[in-house]
Nanobody, 125 residues
Framework: VQLQASGGGSVQAGDSLRLSCAAS????????MGWFRQAPGKEREFVAA????????RYADSVKGRFTISRDNAKNTVFLQMNSLKPEDTAVFYC???????????????????WGQGTLVTVSS
């Protein structure tokens, strides 16, 4: 499985961005696709995840109500719509994939096998 993340950029606080993660290779419906982020000097943290088969989602508390994860299975692409961006959202965002995760496993980055290259999001105040 290969993942290609895109859509990052530099925006002002309050603006929106939409990240995309295009998957290629064996990405059956049982895969869970996740977004994680890592700010300078900080550990990688969970943002959101979605199960391709039924659309089950999970969000970090810090992004609930502002970010929305969605998928287009026909295009093998997962999106992260980010609204009301804050300076503290500044980070490199990574998409990841893992087959067969259960809900309680969505948020732990070591559970994921495949990773994209990351896309930088910078939010200025």
């Amino acid at each position: 499985v290969q993942l290609q993340a895109s859509g990052g950029g530099s925006v002002q606080a309050g603006d929106s961005l939409r990240l995309s993660c295009a998957a290629s290779g064996r990405t059956s419906s049982g895969y869970v696709m996740g977004w994680f982020r890592q700010a300078p000097g900080k550990e990688r943290e969970f943002v959101a995840a979605i199960r391709r088969s039924d659309g089950t989602t999970r969000y970090a508390d810090s992004v609930k109500g502002r970010f929305t994860i969605s998928r287009d299975n026909a295009k093998n692409t997962v999106f992260l719509q980010m609204n009301s961006l804050k300076p503290e959202d500044t980070a490199v965002f990574y998409c990841a994939a893992k087959y067969g995760l259960i809900y309680s496993e969505f948020a732990r980055w070591p559970n994921y096998d495949y990773w994209g290259q990351g896309t930088l999001v910078t939010v200025s105040s």
